[in-house]
């Protein structure tokens, strides 16, 4: 492979990390602390009984956040930003013939186009749902203060004291699985777009179902699999 | 030289082209011409290994049967062909010089430097100096197809196809573009085909024209004779127009 193709299809790969990392950055943060905030008003309303210690809350939304708020709602939410952005970029290129002139060129459409998005998405969507994890639980933290619900040291306690190490890495495996399903089945559905405007929405709109389906099964089959 | 032996592509129960034959010869503007549906797209996508055709040949320089290569073979030999598209096909994500600049960074081993000087020769090439920055939305519709024919151009293609260089342009910037296909395709010894129904392009560059009607080669001549053939549903075709009736009467007259 020659220097200069080895660097465009670097550069390529790092375009689709930035587009795919940074640009859904802010989504993530507004709905990261958002989601940390509703998890510790509603869980401390579930927990009212003078029976229970109130660090259970810090508990109960560490784990949610780690477990399943983070990586699945995350995904599930970045499905829709990714997903819809990568099949109609994908489907524009077919329709306006980008993808034949590649062809034309001699250059492998799919494996410069598709690859780097594959690749791109598998390692930021853990990314990303690193920072919503842990935005959710400093949120859950602020607003039980604030709403003087509990104390930071009662959420810490109650974080730390019923805290698994493996939930994080299983956490990161559910991430890794999404993001890649959310770029393969995007690439997929866009890459193998015909027709014109029209079908590249359907291809957009075709790619956030089925990748909002299939995260949904593999976060059963993964739990099923590794608890 | 490329020549198309008994080319047929089906799709379903619809024939879409039916045994056809042609050679292009270098260094001419050949033209495939007839109505929209009879085939012309069809035939140059198969040409170009975009479609597979159902049964024939495409004869690259007389011995390459580019139709039975596999996909790896081909990309070799369209390494040698440059092709205009009929909306230029630019890439989005890329300005002017990205665009053209693109082919030799994926095949050579050229020096950036070396590079951009090429780039800067066909841009000049085409009339387009000092646009390298711009991105393609920012360029209007014959800017676009001159930059399609700089990327096309900038590998040194011995094959050049232009699919309908001419839609969606005014008639003086589609006459420079004609102008500047036969420059290029003279000056380079290019092997040119273009898919066109213009007829101001027939008339002003095809020095080999064949015509399809119903996706079979229904005639083949040159822009001397196109208009003096007694074929009937070419006359159909090049005629349909009162303005050029009047012209025919007047030739004939």
């Known amino acids: ?127 990303l749902v690193m920072i919503s994890g842990f935005l959710q639980i400093w949120m859950g933290l602020v607003v039980g203060v604030i709403t003087d619900v509990l104390s930071a040291e009662e959420f810490m306690q109650g974080s730390i004291q019923y805290f698994i190490p493996f939930t994080v890495t299983f956490a990161l495996i559910k991430a890794t699985t999404f993001g890649f399903i959310i770029a393969s089945v995007a690439s997929y559905l866009g890459y193998y777009t015909s027709g ?26 993964l739990a099923q699999m590794l608890l | 030289m490329i020549e198309v032996r008994g080319l047929s592509k089906i799709f379903g129960d619809k024939v879409v082209l039916r045994d056809v034959s042609a050679r292009f010869e ?9 109505a929209s549906g009879s085939g012309k797209t069809v035939l140059m996508k198969c040409m170009v290994g975009l479609m597979q055709p159902s049964s ?3 004869l690259y320089d007389g011995v390459v049967d580019f139709v039975s290569l596999p996909e790896s073979e ?24 990205q665009n053209v600049m693109f082919p030799l960074t994926m095949f050579t081993n050229m020096t950036l430097k070396e590079k951009l000087h090429r780039v800067n020769e066909c841009l000049e090439r085409v009339n387009l100096s000092n646009t390298n920055r711009l991105m393609p939305s920012e360029l209007s519709g014959g ?39 036969r420059e290029i395709t003279l000056e380079y010894r290019i092997t040119t085909i273009i898919n066109t129904h213009d007829l101001n392009s027939v008339i002003g560059i095809g020095d080999y024209v ?44």
Not at chain 1, 28 to 39: E, H, P, R
Request: with cysteine; charged share 20%; glycine share 8%.
């Open chain 2, 210 to 253: 064949i015509f399809l009607y119903k996706g079979r080669k229904e005639w083949e001549g040159d822009k001397h004779t196109v208009l003096r053939s007694d074929n009937q549903a070419l006359n159909e075709f090049v005629f349909a127009s009162r303005y050029f009736r009047e012209i025919r009467d007047q030739l004939v007259g």
């Open chain 2, 74 to 97: 081909r990309r070799k030999i369209r390494q040698q062909i440059g092709m205009l598209f009929q909306g230029s096909a630019l890439f989005d994500s890329m300005n002017v010089e």
């Open chain 2, 143 to 181: 800017m676009k197809k001159r930059v399609g024919i700089a990327r096309a151009i900038v590998m040194n293609p011995r094959f050049l196809f232009c699919d309908e260089p001419n839609s969606g342009l005014d008639p003086q910037t589609a006459i420079r573009i004609d102008e500047l296909i």
């Open chain 2, 26 to 34: 270098p260094a001419r503007t050949s033209l495939i011409i007839g």
């Open chain 2, 56 to 58: 024939g040949q495409v």
């Open chain 1, 1 to 127: 492979m020659h220097l200069g193709k080895r660097s465009i299809y670097w550069n390529e790969t790092l375009r689709q990390c930035v587009d795919i990392g940074v640009g859904s950055l802010v989504i993530v943060i507004i709905f990261s602390l958002f989601l940390g905030a509703v998890l510790t008003v509603q869980t401390a309303y579930q927990f009212t009984t003078p029976l229970l210690s109130r660090s259970i809350i810090g508990s109960i939304v560490t784990n949610t956040a780690i477990i399943e708020m983070a990586p699945t709602v995350t995904c599930l939410i970045l499905a829709g930003k990714i997903g819809s952005s990568i099949a109609s970029e994908l489907g524009t290129m077919r329709i306006t013939e980008q993808i034949d002139a590649l062809e034309m060129m001699g250059v492998n459409s799919a494996a410069f186009l598709v690859l780097p998005k594959i690749i791109a998405g598998t390692f930021m969507v853990p990314l």
């Open chain 1, 196 to 221: 014109g405007a029209l079908e590249v929405g359907r291809s957009a709109t075709q790619a956030v179902v089925a990748s909002c389906m299939l995260i949904l099964l593999w976060d059963y089959l």
